[in-house]
């Protein structure tokens, strides 16, 4: 009924495990009522691409896909190029690449799975998709596309290539708790849903693959959303210049909004943190209240923001960082910045 995970020659092949009809329809009533937040990232294997690396796929001689598979392989490589919010490689089809992707009984595939890959970056990878009723312990395999209606039961080419696109990538399989109440934050998984179990045709990396794809590989620049299954500490520092000014003078305050310096924040440490909200803040010098004059504007540099003000009297300030709702970056404070004002 489970399929387990491949080792040979030490090239990893990934196995999809399988769920009978009666546990699909268990786990779909399950995360229909639930809401909790994911493990984390998508564990990964050892070996990265280069940054935006093109890669390219083309069909196994002997061994081509039949054209209504060839359509959802090449779909799910257009999927995963534009849902990697990242600088993970991108897939296309090209006609003689020596990436191969194959179908049929001379799948290298573990016993009971339904496909599987091999990856050697920056060289090569591989990627099998087991034939149309192949016979396993619990039953015959249906690919949804090889139906005019699709049965339920079935599984979409698309979305199952995509995630070994995913793992072409560097992703492994998702870390979900007992009984996969978030199974939906991850497409990369252990378990594969048929239909209609929930997640069965999703066509995109959810937001936990995105986590990763983004540790391993970068944001695609640093005005892009951090996704919400990372959870990022910021660091805001505030200048003013000048620090001393006449009364009735400008001074213009400077904030720097990064990610924070942490290992284990691999390429997005210190990250500029460009076009969100941060606000500027004001207090007489020696009193405790806070005013908020207001958000600060983008900077020539990005991650900075800037607000020039007139003063009349000593003044402290500022930076504030709210934690975004939509995005897993955590919030931030400035120090205080002082400035003089003299006669």
Same mark, same amino acid.
């Given at each position: 009924?489970?399929?387990?995970?491949?080792?040979?020659?030490?090239?990893?092949?990934?196995?999809?495990?399988?769920?009978?009809?009666?546990?699909?329809?268990?786990?779909?009533?399950?995360?229909?009522?639930? @809401?909790?937040?994911? $493990?984390?990232?998508?564990?990964?294997? /050892?070996?990265?691409?280069?940054?935006?690396? /093109?890669?390219?796929? @083309?069909?196994?001689?002997?061994s081509v896909?039949? /054209?209504? +598979?060839?359509?959802?392989?090449?779909?799910?490589?257009?999927?995963a190029s534009?849902?990697?919010?990242?600088?993970?490689?991108?897939?296309? +089809?090209?006609?003689?690449?020596?990436?191969?992707?194959?179908?049929?009984?001379?799948?290298?595939?573990?016993?009971?799975?339904?496909?599987?890959?091999?990856?050697?970056?920056?060289?090569?990878?591989?990627?099998?998709?087991?034939?149309?009723? $192949?016979?396993?312990?619990?039953?015959?395999?249906?690919?949804?596309?090889?139906? @005019?209606?699709?049965?339920?039961?079935?599984?979409?080419?698309?979305?199952?290539?995509?995630?070994?696109?995913? $793992?072409?990538?560097?992703?492994?399989? $998702?870390?979900?708790?007992?009984?996969?109440?978030? +199974?939906?934050?991850?497409?990369?998984?252990?378990?594969?849903?048929?239909?209609?179990?929930?997640?069965?045709?999703?066509?995109?990396?959810?937001?936990?693959?995105?986590? @990763?794809?983004?540790?391993?590989?970068?944001?695609?620049?640093?005005?892009?959303?951090?996704?919400?299954?990372?959870?990022?500490?910021?660091?805001?520092?505030?200048?003013?210049?000048?620090?001393?000014?006449?009364?009735?003078?400008?001074?213009?305050l400077t904030?720097?909004?990064?990610?924070?310096?942490?290992?284990?924040?691999?390429?997005?440490?210190?990250?500029?943190?460009?076009?969100? /909200?941060?606000?500027?803040?004001?207090?007489?010098?020696?009193?405790?209240?806070?005013?908020?004059?207001?958000?600060?504007?983008?900077?020539?540099?990005?991650?900075? +923001?800037?607000?020039?003000?007139?003063?009349?009297?000593?003044?402290?300030?500022?930076?504030?960082?709210?934690?975004?709702?939509?995005?897993?970056?955590?919030?931030?404070?400035?120090?205080?910045?002082?400035?003089?004002?003299?006669?």
């Amino acid at each position: 009924m489970i399929a387990r995970m491949l080792f040979s020659n030490g090239a990893r092949s990934r196995s999809i495990r399988v769920l009978a009809c009666a546990m699909a329809a268990w786990l779909t009533l399950l995360l229909g009522s639930a @809401s909790v937040t994911a $493990h984390g990232p998508d564990p990964i294997f /050892s070996g990265r691409w280069n940054q935006n690396q /093109s890669l390219g796929f @083309s069909w196994r001689s002997g061994s081509v896909p039949p /054209s209504v +598979y060839q359509a959802a392989i090449r779909a799910s490589a257009a999927d995963a190029s534009a849902s990697r919010a990242s600088q993970a490689p991108t897939f296309a +089809y090209s006609s003689g690449s020596s990436n191969l992707v194959g179908y049929g009984a001379g799948a290298t595939c573990s016993t009971l799975g339904i496909a599987c890959f091999t990856r050697n970056p920056t060289t090569s990878f591989t990627m099998w998709m087991r034939e149309q009723g $192949h016979r396993f312990d619990w039953g015959l395999l249906r690919w949804c596309q090889a139906y @005019s209606t699709w049965p339920d039961g079935c599984f979409d080419v698309e979305n199952i290539m995509l995630d070994e696109f995913g $793992h072409v990538d560097i992703l492994g399989h $998702h870390v979900n708790y007992d009984g996969a109440p978030d +199974y939906l934050d991850a497409l990369v998984q252990t378990v594969s849903h048929a239909k209609p179990a929930a997640g069965w045709s999703a066509h995109a990396f959810a937001r936990c693959d995105i986590a @990763s794809l983004q540790l391993q590989y970068d944001m695609q620049g640093w005005g892009a959303k951090y996704s919400t299954c990372l959870t990022l500490a910021t660091t805001l520092t505030l200048t003013a210049s000048p620090v001393s000014i006449v009364k009735g003078g400008t001074t213009t305050l400077t904030a720097t909004l990064k990610v924070a310096d942490n290992t284990a924040y691999v390429r997005l440490a210190l990250n500029p943190v460009a076009l969100r /909200s941060v606000t500027l803040q004001r207090r007489p010098a020696g009193t405790t209240a806070w005013t908020t004059v207001g958000a600060m504007a983008s900077g020539s540099t990005s991650g900075t +923001y800037a607000t020039s003000i007139s003063l009349s009297a000593r003044t402290e300030f500022r930076a504030v960082f709210a934690k975004p709702a939509d995005e897993g970056l955590l919030a931030a404070t400035s120090p205080t910045v002082a400035v003089a004002v003299g006669q």
